[in-house]
């Protein structure tokens, strides 16, 4: 239930092969009018549990501040020049992409936006939203597919799925593959964050979120690396018009791959560092009676 709250705005962010850019896809509705929906959704609920209880009640600022940026990511990346320069370079292509998996993703699950949301709509739609989301057709399913080990496979399989050629080649040639794609790699994406900062790690313990993010980084490096080490254009068709910003379709791809292996790997490293720090910082206490902890040194 939380993910498809959070798939609302970006069901509809699919796109396609390549337009005349004097008429960027970045301007079309289908892609704007979920972003402004979601956006209008969740700046109602928030307001309305504010002004019923107080700015923070219900609703962190920091949450409300999560929700903007990861909000704003998705502009940047969808409806931006951005995205129109995706169609052109496989190297914004890429940072596209990557803003969508480990920017935007990680931030929408800090804000845990579901609960805003729902505050947009009446008491009654509340209600029954609520018992669908606690049922065990949903809570079943839902909880096998945030364990940390089968959301980091999922994560994992849609990364590497959507490079094979064939598919890759699939998506800049149909709009409704390329939207399929950019629809799995967030979805995954925000499965594989909601598993590690909201899920079963924490109940398993932060090193276990440090390892998935470790593999996940090793896995998605590789990656980048291949891409960058090929020797010919995997994908000529997304590198054709690289000549026209001085770069050869090769260039073009390498660049892409070393914006999947250093920008994106030191986001997943920067998060496992965190993971451990916090890890570390919890096996200084031991638990006492009551719930509590206390530290074993002074």
């Not at 990346?77 to 370079?89: D, K, M, T």
Request: aromatic share 10%; proline share 7%; net charge positive.
């Amino acid at each position: 239930m939380p993910l498809a709250m959070l798939l609302l705005p970006v069901t509809a962010l699919a796109h396609g092969g390549n337009h005349d850019p004097a008429s960027p896809r970045s301007l079309e509705a289908w892609v704007a009018l979920p972003l402004l929906c979601s956006a209008f959704l969740y700046a109602t609920g928030v307001a309305r549990l504010w002004i019923g209880l107080a700015p923070g009640r219900g609703v962190a600022l920091w949450q409300a501040a999560s929700f903007g940026c990861g909000w704003l990511l998705l502009a940047i990346a969808l409806i931006s020049p951005v995205h129109a320069l995706a169609e052109r370079l496989f190297a914004v292509h890429m940072l596209e992409h990557e803003i969508l998996m480990t920017l935007a993703a990680p931030l929408l699950v800090l804000a845990r936006p579901m609960g805003g949301m729902l505050w947009a709509l009446p008491l009654a739609r509340r209600r029954t939203i609520g018992a669908v989301g606690r049922s065990r057709w949903v809570s079943r399913p839902w909880r096998i597919l945030v364990d940390p080990p089968v959301a980091t496979l999922t994560h994992g399989a849609a990364i590497w799925l959507w490079h094979v050629p064939l598919l890759f080649n699939a998506a800049l040639e149909s709009p409704f593959v390329h939207g399929l794609q950019h629809v799995s790699f967030l979805g995954s994406a925000l499965l594989f964050w909601w598993s590690l900062l909201r899920g079963r790690a924490r109940v398993r313990g932060y090193g276990a979120a440090a390892f998935y993010l470790f593999v996940t980084a090793l896995h998605s490096g590789f990656l980048g690396i291949l891409l960058s080490i090929a020797r010919s254009p995997i994908y000529p068709a997304q590198s054709s018009d690289a000549a026209h910003w001085g770069l050869t379709p090769l260039e073009d791809q390498q660049l892409a791959g070393l914006i999947m292996w250093v920008p994106a790997g030191l986001v997943y490293a920067a998060a496992t560092l965190a993971m451990i720090g916090i890890w570390i910082s919890k096996s200084g206490t031991v638990p006492i009676p009551g719930g509590s902890h206390a530290p074993l040194s002074r």
